[in-house]
T-cell receptor
Framework: SQKIEQNSEALNIQEGKTATLTCNYT??????LQWYRQDPGRGPVFLLL?????KEKRKERLKVTFDTTLKQSLFHITASQPADSATYLC?????????????FGTGTQLKVEL | ETGVTQTPRHLVMGMTNKKSLKCEQH?????MYWYKQSAKKPLELMFV???????ENNSVPSRFSPECPNSSHLFLHLHTLQPEDSALYLC????????????FGPGTRLTVL
């Protein structure tokens, strides 16, 4: 069956360190993968998109990698700050068979401590 | 107002009530979506509308009834809900169906007693 898996345990890191979040998928041929940020009581906010033929994408302190052999995307936040504390969701759109849908992972909560 | 707005932000209803959730987008988008988000579960896509036509219905129970009167407004009509329907209901929009980025509203926190 198709699955998108993110680490359900919260990730706690110190301010200034690099946070790395993982998104693994099985039984998908992805067209692209997206990362969203969600704060408590709010809707998700789009951060980055990476296509299946791209290895890496950057935006300011954010970096996403995509390894279609490992079926994995990594999301990095460098020089992390307490304001980066949130839940981060990955979402995947399949090349075929997915219809019009983005399929989301459960998200990983990131806590950046002083 | 800008972006995607949803009303009400919180709703408590009994199992025999009928209520409606409203979503409005001010972005000029052509596609709109309803998602359900329950604790510890991924977002579940419920309905997709493109140019006011429903293009996807992901096996959602008939006690949830969507309506899209125009490309800026989306409703979710609720009746005879169950306690397990308690969740955060999120509306989103995008430029088109194949487009990359979805813009989400703040959600309606629904509690069914």
């Amino acid at each position: 069956s198709q699955k998108i898996e993110q680490n359900s345990e919260a990730l706690n890191i110190q301010e200034g360190k690099t946070a790395t979040l993982t998104c693994n998928y099985t039984n998908y041929s992805p067209a692209y993968l997206q990362w969203y940020r969600q704060d408590p009581g709010r809707g998700p906010v789009f951060l980055l998109l990476i296509r299946e033929n791209e290895k890496e994408k950057r935006k300011e302190r954010l970096k996403v990698t995509f390894d279609t052999t490992l079926k994995q995307s990594l999301f990095h936040i460098t020089a992390s700050q307490p304001a980066d504390s949130a839940t981060y969701l990955c979402a995947l759109r399949a090349l075929t068979g997915g219809g019009n849908k983005l399929t989301f992972g459960t998200g990983t909560q990131l806590k950046v401590e002083l | 107002e800008t972006g995607v707005t949803q009303t009400p932000r919180h709703l408590v209803m009994g199992m025999t009530n009928k209520k409606s959730l409203k979503c409005e987008q001010h972005l000029g988008h052509n596609a709109m979506y309803w998602y359900k988000q329950s604790a510890k579960k991924p977002l579940e896509l419920m309905f997709v509308y493109s140019l006011e036509e429903r293009v996807e219905n992901n096996s959602v129970p008939s006690r949830f009834s969507p309506e899209c009167p125009n490309s800026s407004h989306l409703f979710l009509h609720l009746h005879t809900l169950q306690p397990e329907d308690s969740a955060l209901y999120l509306c989103a929009s995008s430029t088109g169906l194949a487009d990359n980025e979805q813009f989400f509203g703040p959600g309606t926190r629904l509690t069914v007693l």
